[in-house]
Structure formats: structure tokens, C-alpha cells
């Protein structure tokens, strides 16, 4: 049953914002860090409007359909990811681009078969018909939101990822600045003045040795935008218990309260290496025009001396 499935939008956009704007990614069927992250934006007062999720929705934990509904209901704008491409289209597999063999391609298996049985022919059609990109003008800068890369939508951008590949992906996106998620760890860099910003994720932790999910703020301030890193904390033992009540992989659930993934061996060596480093937060990244010469970096772990 197709429940009307439509034509997705390849891009949307939404002009030009005035006030902070709230970016985070993967909330992966986590409905206590949906409730949680969606909390936070209200604290800061930032309406639906100037809320944009970079995918994800549905995937490791348990609750799918509760997790789709919330960022449905809540008027937010989504990126279509992955996940949603997948199950958008009932296919046999979720798309995410694990390597073959991998401890990700392993767990997804039994993680995809739940979302799949729990989401709704209509949920299902919500999520095939959201934007592969947005569009959105800031300060005067214009910022496209994806979820992998402007080139693939499941490619791995990782903070450890050389300057040139990021540089080539702002290029394609044709903007001064690239809003991305799907490789879960939170880090926001200039790029000879162009803004790659990854806000993490809102439902699977960091593996930085902490469960907090993620999200940013894009702060105008004149002609400059002052990105800013957040971690917040939530009921991560119910979501654990109701992944175990599901029968779902143990490695996602001990990854909830633990914050280390199951799956570091899809990491690169530098993200191998500072796993379960904490992450500080809140950090912050000021961006202006007269960055452009410059390259700057904020987030992602402290360095350790063994990837030296």
C-alpha cells in the first residue's frame, strides 16, 4: 500500500532567516532524546521554522514510528537521509554505506526489520517525500543542510576528513557553507572561509565515553554567525530498557548508556583513536566574511598521543 507516495522535492528553500537557527541530526528512533532535543529548542525559543534535522529519524532504536511522529508533528524541516530513503521506498536494506563485513553492517540487519515493521504506510510516504537538501540564507550567507555530502547522501564526512574532499563537497553544494550529518560526531570547521558543521547526533551518543546527544545553534550576529556545539542529557536508561523490551542488538543498547559505539571499526584512525575522549561542550566557532583566509575548528575530542 503506497499511501500516495509522491515525488520528492530534490531541494527546499527557505529564503532567507532572521534569528538563531537550530540544526541536529540522527534522532534514530530515539524518542527520549527526540522529546529531549525538541525541549531544548524551545528553552532557546527558536520556532519550527528555523529547525532543521539532517536525517536519520528511524534507525537503531526502538521506538521508529513514536520517533516519526514526533519530528512530523512537531513542523520541524527534515532532510531526507538514508534511513528515510529506504524505508521511504519499503527497500530491503537501509542504505547507510556500512563496509561490507562491518560491525554496522552486521547490527543493521536486525535494526532495519523493526523499523520497517513498526513505521506506517504513512510514515513511510512522510519520509520519501522530504528534500534531499535545504536551502537557507543567514547573515548573508547561504547554508545547504544534506545529510551525508552534497555528492551522496550516505557519504562519511568525518572531522579527520581531509580539507581538499571537504572543499570539493562545499564546492558542489554551491553555497558558502554545508549543514551535514549521518557520520554522528559533532564538529564544525571553516574551510577557507566556507562553514562545514556537523551538529551530531540527537539519539545515538558521540562515542566520545558520555550518553549525551547533540545538536548546534547558528547565532546571527551583524555579518558574522556564531556557531555553537551542544551536548544535553536525557532519560537514556529508558531508552535502553525499551530497546532490550524490542529484542534489538545489545551493542546499540550498551552504546546508549555507555557512549561507545559497537561499530568502531567503520571509524577512521584518528576518530578510532579519540573514542571515549569527552567532548567538551558548549564550543563555539565564530564565522564571518573575513574568515575566508583562515581555517578554524571546534569540536570533536582532545588529541592523544597514540595516533601521533
Request: charged share 20%; glycine share 10%; aromatic share 6%.
Amino acid at each position: 500500500m503506497t499511501h500516495g507516495v509522491t515525488a520528492a522535492p530534490a531541494m527546499v528553500d527557505l529564503g532567507d532567516l532572521t534569528g538563531d537557527v537550530l540544526v541536529f541530526g540522527g534522532p534514530v528512533s530515539n524518542r527520549q532524546a527526540t522529546e529531549a532535543v525538541l525541549a531544548e529548542a524551545e528553552a532557546h525559543g527558536i520556532p519550527p521554522g528555523r529547525i532543521v534535522c539532517t536525517g536519520d529519524v528511524a534507525a537503531y532504536c526502538a521506538e521508529p514510528r513514536a520517533t516519526a511522529e514526533l519530528i512530523r508533528d512537531a513542523g520541524i524541516q527534515v532532510v531526507r537521509g538514508n534511513c528515510e530513503e529506504s524505508l521511504g521506498q519499503d527497500a530491503e536494506d537501509c542504505g547507510c554505506n556500512f563496509a561490507s563485513g562491518s560491525a554496522c553492517d552486521a547490527l543493521a540487519d536486525a535494526w532495519y526489520r523493526h523499523a520497517r515493521a513498526d513505521l506506517t504506510g504513512e510514515l513511510r510516504a512522510w519520509m520519501a517525500a522530504r528534500p534531499t537538501a535545504i536551502r537557507l540564507r543567514l547573515a548573508g550567507f547561504e547554508l545547504l543542510a544534506v545529510h551525508g555530502a552534497p555528492s551522496q547522501i550516505n557519504h562519511w564526512i568525518f572531522p579527520s576528513t581531509p580539507l581538499r574532499d571537504k572543499a570539493f563537497e562545499i564546492a558542489l553544494a554551491g553555497a558558502d557553507g554545508v549543514l551535514a550529518g549521518h557520520s554522528g560526531i559533532p564538529f564544525v570547521e571553516t574551510v577557507q572561509g566556507h562553514l562545514w558543521c556537523n551538529a551530531g547526533s540527537a539519539g545515538m551518543p558521540a562515542n566520545d565515553g558520555t550518553p549525551r546527544g547533540w545538536y548546534a545553534v547558528l547565532s546571527p550576529d551583524g555579518d558574522r554567525v556564531v556557531v555553537t556545539l551542544h551536548a544535553f542529557d536525557y532519560d537514556h536508561a529508558t531508552a535502553v530498557a525499551r530497546m532490550r523490551d524490542a529484542g534489538l542488538p545489545e551493542g546499540y543498547a550498551t552504546a546508549l548508556a555507555t557512549g561507545r559505539w559497537p561499530s568502531e571499526d567503520i571509524l577512521p584512525r584518528d576518530e578510532r583513536c579519540a573514542a571515549g575522549t569527552p567532548i567538551a561542550a558548549p564550543q563555539h566557532l565564530v564565522w564571518t566574511a573575513g574568515s575566508r583566509e583562515t581555517t578554524a575548528h571546534a569540536g570533536t575530542h582532545a588529541a592523544c598521543g597514540c595516533c601521533a
